[in-house]
Every structure is written in structure tokens, then in C-alpha cells.
């Protein structure tokens, strides 16, 4: 008995232990991490006995070292004594859409010189093992992040000025019509890729983009229009003042002006339709620095330029007439587009708009040609006059080779017709013999007929009657006389519902008794007896 108490004693003891090691687990042990935030675990090493081996300077502790550990806890339950352990909770990192995080690693190795950005990973196998910043960022997203080992940077989308171009970071969203020039702020060895502008533009689309790896240049790719006009006189109406020819007066010095080589001052309007191209935008980023660049260095100028070396050659008269005025156009827009093509740029129409004349040598020039016009007009005239004649002359021809064929037409028609319907009397005779012919066929036909049918029909009643008659006799033979024969005819034709009531009242009494006896035979006529069926011949019957 003694035994006994002594093991449920034991068995008490241990269950009280067991319940206060369990309530000291979750009331002291246990640490509830919430969702959205991590775990942090610092170990304190041995508190009584023996002492703990620090971790790395500059490194993560690994098991049984004292120091913070790498791995981070999740949300749950976890249990961990707050006696060897700092516990700590740590809020995730949280990258919005339109956001990215550039990651200091705070921990590892310095840099080798020459260096600033850390490859590597966050986590796993490939983890950075340099301080620094690392090169890839993190897009949208949450991230469980040791704020002891990294540092995050959300940034939004960064735009820098730098010279004649706007520079872009973080998010970068390319549109389309639109590609990116890449400029590396280091090399990247990984990707074989030099510091620098690269040759290899980004198409359209959203990039994560490390201001401090690289920059990006947004440019639009197709073709822009870029014009030097005139400014014209205006009235005090605020309409613009014509001279006598109906052309508009030009401020002079305004435009392109330049002198012509007879020595008159000439002013024109111009239109440059110019573009990009995708595989050019790096070299117009590396030269120009962005397109507004371009355009003010080089499409404006060369278009002046161009135009007043070209138009310097020629003189007034010849920039007005038509053919040497084309000649004129089209030196401009190859000079103009040989030069582009050097700058990397594309030239779609270099246009001379319009030529401003001085209205000295231009009245003139317009009433001489004018006057020649007047000539050409009235030979023109002339030669219409006698065109139209030969006109009405071969309209008189069309209407006698009209007629002409109307009465033809006429004639053989008749001759059509004529033909046609002695073709058809002909016909109409061949049929009405063949029809005699048939009919007559037809009444031969019909006599053999009746003298078939009629033939058909005695031999018919022929062979009726003397099936009958063989009938009779055979049925005679069957019965064995004529007068069975006979009765066998009568017993046929009484009525199915006949009844026979036969009495014996002894002999001598019969008509005495047959007073109160109903008559057995009906009173009234009896209905026709049935006609007997037909019975095979040399068939028996045997008679009821």
C-alpha cells in the first residue's frame, strides 16, 4: 500500500510540474507575432553557466553563437525564453504599386575600391556579402526585412535635371511611342555592360529602375515638325495687308532672309518633318542630350543655313519660275537631309513653303509671264475651236452610220422573221403527219383490244360454268345419292339458333299433349337461310 502512495504521489508531483512548465511555456516562453510583422531573435548566450561564443564581427550569429540571428519568425506562436533571448517585434516592409526599395546591407565586408553597389541577394545562397547598397531593388510587394542587416528606401519616381535632358529613377513608366536610353552610373559585369550610355534602348513599358545604379532618358521616337515662318504686315484691323498682286508683305529680316545673286533680298518660309529613329536615340542622348536639344542645335539652324547657301546661288528670276524653283527645293532637301543623316537624326520633307519676292522684279516677271500665259491661252483657244469643228463633223458621220445601220439592222430582221416562219409551217406539217400516223396506230391498237376482251370473256363464262357443273357432280358423288345431297342443302340453310324439344307421352298421345307446350318452331317467317360457303371440290361433308 505504501508503494502505492509513493507512485501516485510521484505521478502528482510530475503532473504539478508539467502544469506549471507548461502555464511558465505560454505565459513567459510564448510571443504572439501578428500578420504583417516578423520575429527578430537575439541570443544572450548562457546566463549561470559557462559562457557563449560571440558571433563575427559584421556577421550573423549561427547556432549556439551569441549574437542576432538572420532568419526572422513569422506570424504565429513562437516560444522563445526572454531569458537568453531579446525578442522583438519588427513591422514587414511594404512596396506600394508605383514604388520601389533601394536596400543597404549593413552587414559583411567592405566594398573592394572602386566599388559602390553590392550584388547579391536578400536571402538564400546568393546573399550579399558586402556593406553597401545593393544593386537590384525590390518592386511592389512585402518583404520580411532585418532592419539590423538592411536599411530600406522607398522611392517613388525621381526625375533629375541634368544639362539640356531630365533624367529618371525608381518607377519609371516608358509610354508608347516612347523608349528609354539607358545611362549606367557603374559598370555591371554580370551583364558584360560598360558605365555609360548604353547602345540598347528599353522598349515601352514600367521599370524598377536604382538611382544609384543607373538613369534613364525618356525619348520619343517618330517625327516632329519644326517651321520658320515670316511675319507679315497687319493693318490696323489686325488683317494682313496685300500688295496689288494679292501676295502678303513680309517684315523684313523676318523668315529666312539672304540675298540672291543679282543682289536682291529674298525671303522664304520653311518646313522641316524630322524623326527619330529607336536605334539612333542613344547617340542623339550622348550628343544632343535630349531632342529639344536636337531641335535647337541642329534642325533650326542647318535649316537656315542650308537655305541661304542654296538660295544665295540663285537668282531672283529663277527662285520664281517654276522649273528652276523646284531645282531649288530639291538641293535644299538633300543638303538637308545628308546633314541629318550625320547627326543620326531622319529627315522625312524639307519644304520651302514660300518664296517672298521683292514686288520690283516680281511685278514684272509675273505680267511677262502673265502675258505669255495670255499667248498660250488664246493658241489654246484656237486649237479648241478647231477641235470642236471636227467634232460636229464626226458627230454629222456618227449620225449617218447610225442610220445606216438602222435600216440594215431593219432588213435583216425581216429576213429573220421570213425564215423563221417558214421553218416553222414546215414543221407544223411534219407534225400533223406523224400525229395521223400515230392515231392510226392507235385504232388498230384498240380493235385488237376489243377482240382480245371479248374473247377473254366467254372463254371465261365457259369455264364458270362448267366448274359449277363439275361442282354438282362431284358433289353428288360425295354424298352418295342425289337425295343426301339434298338433305345436306336443307340442314344448311335452317338457322344457327334453332332449338328441337322432343316428348314421349306414350303412344296414341302425342297431338292430345301438345297443348301447353310452346311451339318449337317459329310462328313468324324465318330469315332467308345463309348462303353456304364455297367448298372445295371433291370435298366431303358430312350431313348434321
Same mark, same amino acid.
Not at 119 to 142: I, M, Q
Not at 490 to 500: T, V, Y
Given at each position: 500500500m505504501?508503494?502505492?502512495?509513493?507512485?501516485?504521489?510521484a505521478a502528482v508531483a510530475l503532473l504539478g510540474l508539467a502544469l506549471v512548465a507548461f502555464t511558465f511555456n505560454m505565459m513567459v516562453n510564448c510571443i504572439y507575432i501578428n500578420e504583417g510583422e516578423s520575429l527578430l531573435l537575439q541570443y544572450r548566450g548562457p546566463i549561470v553557466f &559557462?559562457?557563449?561564443? #560571440?558571433?563575427?564581427? =559584421?556577421?550573423?550569429?549561427? /547556432?549556439?553563437?551569441? %549574437?542576432? !540571428?538572420?532568419?526572422?519568425?513569422?506570424p504565429g506562436r513562437h516560444f522563445y525564453c526572454p531569458i537568453w533571448w531579446i525578442r522583438e517585434r519588427v513591422p514587414d516592409v511594404v512596396v506600394k504599386p508605383g514604388e520601389v526599395a533601394v536596400v543597404i546591407s549593413k552587414m559583411g565586408e567592405p566594398l573592394p575600391p572602386g566599388q559602390f553597389l553590392?550584388?547579391?541577394?536578400?536571402? &538564400?545562397?546568393?546573399? #550579399?556579402?558586402?556593406? =553597401?547598397?545593393?544593386?537590384? /531593388?525590390?518592386?511592389? %510587394?512585402? !518583404?520580411?526585412?532585418n532592419r539590423y542587416a538592411f536599411q530600406c528606401e522607398i522611392i517613388k519616381s525621381q526625375q533629375t535635371k541634368v544639362s539640356d535632358s531630365v533624367k529618371h529613377s525608381g518607377w519609371v513608366n516608358v509610354p508608347t511611342g516612347y523608349v528609354a536610353v539607358v545611362t549606367n552610373l557603374a559598370a555591371n559585369e554580370r551583364l558584360g555592360q560598360k558605365g555609360g550610355i548604353q547602345s540598347d534602348v528599353l522598349p515601352p513599358g514600367i521599370?524598377?529602375?536604382?538611382?544609384?545604379?543607373?538613369?534613364?532618358?525618356?525619348?520619343?521616337v517618330g517625327y516632329w515638325e519644326s517651321s520658320i515662318s515670316t511675319i507679315h504686315r497687319k493693318g490696323p484691323d489686325g488683317k494682313e495687308l496685300l500688295d496689288i498682286s494679292g501676295e502678303p508683305e513680309a517684315i523684313p529680316g523676318s523668315g529666312i532672309a539672304f540675298p540672291s545673286n543679282d543682289g536682291f533680298n529674298i525671303?522664304?518660309?520653311?518646313?522641316a518633318v524630322w524623326g527619330l529613329m529607336p536605334k539612333d536615340a542613344p547617340d542623339v542622348v550622348r550628343t544632343f542630350g535630349s531632342l529639344e536639344a536636337a531641335q535647337q542645335k541642329v534642325i533650326l539652324p542647318q535649316s537656315e543655313s542650308i537655305s541661304r547657301i542654296n538660295g544665295s546661288k540663285m537668282g531672283a528670276n529663277e527662285l520664281l519660275v517654276g522649273e528652276t524653283r523646284q531645282k531649288f527645293q530639291t538641293n535644299v532637301s538633300e543638303h538637308f537631309q545628308d546633314v541629318l543623316k550625320e547627326k543620326h537624326l531622319s529627315l522625312l520633307y524639307g519644304?520651302?513653303?514660300?518664296?517672298?519676292?521683292?514686288?520690283?522684279?516680281?511685278?514684272?516677271?509675273?505680267?511677262?509671264?502673265?502675258?505669255?500665259?495670255?499667248?498660250?491661252?488664246?493658241?489654246?483657244?484656237?486649237?479648241?475651236?478647231?477641235?470642236e469643228g471636227t467634232l460636229r463633223e464626226a458627230e454629222k458621220k456618227v449620225i449617218q452610220e447610225t442610220e445606216k445601220v438602222r435600216v440594215e439592222t431593219a432588213k435583216m430582221v425581216a429576213s429573220a422573221i421570213a425564215e423563221g416562219q417558214k421553218e416553222v409551217g414546215e414543221i407544223e406539217a411534219a407534225t400533223k403527219q406523224q400525229v395521223a400516223a400515230i392515231e392510226k396506230q392507235i385504232a388498230e391498237?384498240?380493235?385488237?383490244?376489243?377482240?382480245?376482251?371479248?374473247?377473254?370473256?366467254?372463254?371465261?363464262?365457259?369455264?364458270?360454268?362448267?366448274?359449277?357443273s363439275q361442282k354438282f357432280d362431284l358433289a353428288v358423288k360425295a354424298f352418295g345419292n342425289s337425295g343426301a345431297y339434298t338433305?345436306?342443302?336443307?340442314?344448311?340453310?335452317?338457322?344457327?339458333?334453332?332449338?328441337?324439344?322432343?316428348?314421349?307421352a306414350g303412344e296414341g298421345t302425342l297431338w292430345t299433349d301438345l297443348k301447353g307446350i310452346t311451339p318449337t318452331l317459329p310462328l313468324t317467317n324465318p330469315p332467308p337461310p345463309a348462303k353456304p360457303a364455297a367448298r372445295p371440290a371433291g370435298a366431303a361433308t358430312v350431313p348434321r
Open positions: 505504501r508503494y502505492v502512495n509513493l507512485i501516485v504521489g &559557462g559562457t557563449g561564443k #560571440a558571433a563575427q564581427a =559584421g556577421q550573423f550569429a549561427k /547556432v549556439g553563437e551569441v %549574437g542576432i !540571428y538572420e532568419e526572422m519568425k513569422g553590392v550584388e547579391g541577394e536578400l536571402f &538564400g545562397p546568393n546573399r #550579399a556579402r558586402h556593406k =553597401g547598397t545593393l544593386r537590384r /531593388v525590390l518592386g511592389p %510587394g512585402r !518583404y520580411r526585412l521599370y524598377a529602375v536604382n538611382p544609384y545604379e543607373r538613369q534613364i532618358d525618356i525619348i520619343f525671303q522664304l518660309d520653311f518646313t519644304l520651302v513653303r514660300h518664296i517672298y519676292i521683292p514686288k520690283d522684279i516680281r511685278t514684272p516677271l509675273q505680267e511677262g509671264y502673265i502675258a505669255d500665259e495670255l499667248k498660250l491661252t488664246r493658241e489654246e483657244e484656237r486649237t479648241t475651236k478647231t477641235a391498237f384498240d380493235a385488237k383490244k376489243t377482240e382480245q376482251l371479248g374473247r377473254a370473256t366467254a372463254t371465261a363464262d365457259q369455264l364458270m360454268k362448267e366448274a359449277q338433305k345436306w342443302q336443307f340442314a344448311e340453310g335452317l338457322p344457327e339458333d334453332i332449338q328441337l324439344q322432343l316428348f314421349y
